[in-house]
């Protein structure tokens, strides 16, 4: 087994993630690769820490992104990821304040949620549609 550098495999990364190899699968879809899978291609018994963030920055230099999923690691276009919202500093700053005055007890996520937005939100006219 032949070890590989980290700037060879994310190279090789992403000319899996161009080629096509299944049904639902085109040049611009995301794909997962099996921890085995990746060692075998890496040519490694096992994937260190820094062989990891090597491997991410390198793939990172090539536009995409390579995120470590436990068993598998999965390859994303960086491109689409630059076009997600990202809330405002004031926007956190106050979300923490209303996240801090909830009482912590047990409830759902949704019911967490919605009270945050109806407290940063106060208004109808102001809360996002859902």
Excluded: C
Excluded at 32 to 37: E, V
Excluded at 40 to 67: C, H, K
């Amino acid at each position: 087994m032949e070890k590989r550098d980290p700037d060879v495999i994310a190279k090789m990364l992403v000319n899996l993630f161009r080629i096509k190899f299944s049904q639902k699968s085109d040049r611009r879809n995301n794909f997962k690769i099996a921890r085995a899978d990746l060692l075998t291609l890496a040519g490694m018994p096992t994937l260190n820490d820094r062989a990891y963030q090597q491997i991410q920055s390198e793939a990172q230099a090539r536009g995409y992104i390579f995120v470590d999923l436990g068993d598998e690691f999965a390859v994303l276009r960086k491109k689409p990821l630059e076009g997600y919202r990202k809330p405002t500093s004031k926007l956190v700053t106050k979300f923490i304040s209303v996240f801090d005055s909830i009482p912590q007890k047990p409830m759902r996520p949704s019911e967490r949620s919605k009270i945050i937005e109806t407290k940063l939100f106060p208004t109808k006219l102001h809360r996002p549609n859902r």
